[in-house]
């Protein structure tokens, strides 16, 4: 997928998470996610962001990453 379609996507899911929570922040995570053992994942914890919601993206059948969503605590 081009990155720049993938960069609108994520504003668009931040903007609509935001209207759930104002602290939502939505980051992009290529390839296949790990929970336990993602950087991005402790990263956002250890600045007191938990994991919310994930939206897999790709192409066709595809997997090309995820949307990963955080809100504070």
Sequence with gaps: ??????????KIHEIEYRQIDSTARVV???GEVDYEKNETIKKYKS???ELFDSNRFGEGPRQCGEFLVFVKK
Excluded: N
Aim: hydrophobic letters at 40%; glycine letters at 6%; a neutral charge.
């Design 1 to 10: 997928m081009d990155k720049k379609i993938i960069e609108e996507l994520r």
């Design 28 to 30: 992009v995570e290529f």
């Design 47 to 49: 600045k007191g962001y």
